[in-house]
């Protein structure tokens, strides 16, 4: 509904300062986080009362007074007070502009990027937060990125998240924020989730794995360029929708007898590149196309993409996850080349957790 349908339909508000403060929303351009009517409640309930479950809201704004079990008037109208204050500090634009630049700051540059509304509102439910308490803003920046990633990495909001908001926001309104995030990554993100766990989460076919997307988030975060381009960045190519290529090539797999999806298309056997590279290289196996990059280093011929010395080679590989017997693999190789990139493609995620 845009504005003008808003000014002919609802007169009334149209006239209100509200009215006013939405106006911008109509030339915001960004879609990484476009929240919901339900989106918006959640926040600003979760940010302003420091709960989690939309059950208690509806109760306050009932009057419920929650030791007495009694129903007063003051209780909801001091509620509706502070959920109008929390829905003008979801709508302010100074709030999201900032919260927008905390995720592009992730390497969140894309809405393809992101698949979790619950992380995305518990996150800006933090940011409202910790600004309401004073919090310095380089520290609202790291938690805040910080934990959006973590969240992320563990699943803590998945399924039904409500217990978990009131847990969390309940710890960091009560507690110093970076000391409340620490202890959550001693407990979560030991070296056992980055050794084994996330390898083993990693080892799927589902391209929209919220895992997956990190990995890209880190390459971005990180400026790498694409599989095999000289110039070319993952960010650009996402933002342009460049090519998730087959590292072993889907038909050349398939006709050495990995005919399963769940073979093929494995997450750990996607790259991110250039769609003239990914057709330059065709079905044939990385050794073979892998032979035609290291003639091209020794003759300064382009044939399939831009590298052309081994350092830019190396670095491709380094960006990439891609191990440097990859030069030498073929379909005997196949499944121990997925477990090395997985083990490497998580502590890359690591690296760049550790780095925000």
Not at 43 to 71: M, W
Not at 150 to 167: C, Q, V
Not at 179 to 195: F, M, P, R, T
Not at 270 to 278: G, H, L, P
């Amino acid at each position: 509904m845009d504005l003008e349908t808003i000014k002919s339909n609802d007169q009334e508000f149209a006239k209100l300062d509200e009215f006013n403060k939405i106006q911008w929303i109509t030339d915001n351009t960004d879609d990484i986080y476009s929240p919901t009517y339900t989106d918006i409640l959640r926040v600003a309930f979760t940010s302003q009362f420091h709960r989690g479950k939309l059950s208690d809201l509806v109760n306050l704004l009932s009057g419920r007074n929650f030791e007495t079990r009694d129903y007063e008037e003051e209780i909801a109208e001091k509620s509706y007070d502070r959920l109008h204050d929390g829905v003008l500090k979801f709508i302010n634009k100074t709030n999201y502009d900032r919260y927008m630049m905390i995720l592009k700051s992730a390497g969140i540059i894309d809405a393809s990027l992101i698949r979790s509304d619950n992380a995305l509102n518990f996150a800006y439910a933090l940011f409202i937060l910790l600004r309401d308490k004073g919090v310095h803003s380089n520290t609202i920046e790291t938690v805040v990125r910080k934990w959006l990633v973590l969240s992320i990495l563990t699943g803590r909001y998945s399924g039904s998240p409500e217990s978990m908001f009131d847990y969390d926001i309940k710890r960091f309104n009560a507690n110093d924020p970076e000391e409340y995030l620490k202890s959550v990554e001693l407990g979560q993100l030991s070296d056992a989730y980055w050794e084994h766990i996330l390898p083993e989460r990693l080892n799927t076919s589902v391209a929209s794995s919220p895992y997956f997307k990190l990995y890209l988030m880190a390459q971005v975060h990180s400026g790498d360029k694409g599989f095999l381009s000289s110039q070319i960045t993952v960010g650009a190519l996402i933002s342009n929708r460049g090519d998730i290529h087959h590292l072993f090539p889907k038909k050349y797999l398939q006709r050495n007898g990995h005919n399963s999806r769940s073979e093929y298309n494995q997450i750990a056997n996607y790259a991110i590149t250039q769609s003239e590279i990914n057709i330059q290289i065709k079905d044939d196996a990385p050794n073979i196309y892998m032979a035609k990059i290291l003639e091209q280093i020794e003759s300064k011929k382009s044939v399939i993409g831009g590298i052309l010395t081994k350092e830019q080679l190396n670095e491709s590989f380094k960006q990439n996850c891609i191990p440097e017997e990859f030069v030498n693999y073929d379909v005997n190789t196949y499944y121990e080349f997925l477990a090395r990139r997985r083990y490497l493609m998580s502590q890359k995620i690591r690296d760049y957790y550790f780095s925000l």
